[in-house]
C-alpha cells in the first residue's frame, strides 16, 4: 500500500523538465551525447 500524498513520476513531470532544459539552454555532456553515435571500437 502507498503512503497517502505520493504520487509516481509522471509524463506530465517529464514533458516539463525537458521544456525547462530546452528554455534554459542546457546542453547533454559530450560523453553523453556521443553514447550510440559513434561506432564502438573493436
Given at each position: 500500500?502507498?503512503?497517502?500524498?505520493?504520487?509516481?513520476?509522471?509524463?506530465?513531470?517529464?514533458?516539463?523538465?525537458?521544456?525547462?532544459?530546452?528554455?534554459?539552454?542546457?546542453?547533454?555532456?559530450?560523453e553523453?551525447?556521443?553514447?550510440?553515435?559513434?561506432?564502438?571500437?573493436?
Open positions: 500500500m502507498k503512503t497517502p500524498g505520493t504520487l509516481p513520476p509522471s509524463p506530465l513531470s517529464f514533458g516539463l523538465s525537458n521544456r525547462m532544459a530546452s528554455f534554459s539552454g542546457m546542453q547533454p555532456n559530450p553523453f551525447y556521443l553514447m550510440g553515435r559513434v561506432p564502438k571500437q573493436k
